[in-house]
């Protein structure tokens, strides 16, 4: 199982679709709302990030909302190339 580790605003669309997707596919993960809690805001910042989401699997960090490579990393296809490829292709599948 990979390890998975959201960081999230409030009222993020962005953060809101990933999340979703997570849950649809039963990503085992770790949420950290970084406007609930500004350690988790400090925990970025200490790594040069300063924008969310952002999403590590297996400690490799993925900034914003980067779909294609988000479902790569978790190996839910083996495209990875940077043709259109969103959630929506996974849930249809599904």
């Known amino acids: 199982m990979k390890k ?3 960081f999230i ?3 993020s669309e962005a953060s809101n679709r990933i999340i979703a997707f ?7 993960y ?4 970084v406007t609930k809690n ?4 400090k925990e970025l910042q200490k790594i040069d990030v300063f924008g969310t989401p952002t ?5 490799k960090k993925i900034e914003g909302n980067q779909e ?9 296809t083996s495209n990875h190339s940077n ?3 969103s959630f929506e292709d996974v849930f249809k599948n599904r």
């Open 4 to 6: 998975v580790t959201l």
């Open 30 to 33: 770790e949420l950290k709302n």
């Open 55 to 59: 999403i590590f699997i297996d400690g």
């Open 22 to 28: 997570l849950n649809k596919n039963d990503v085992t």
């Open 9 to 11: 605003s409030e009222n």
């Open 83 to 85: 043709d259109d490829f």
């Open 38 to 41: 500004k350690e988790f805001l």
């Open 68 to 76: 294609n490579r988000i479902v790569y990393e978790l190996g839910l």
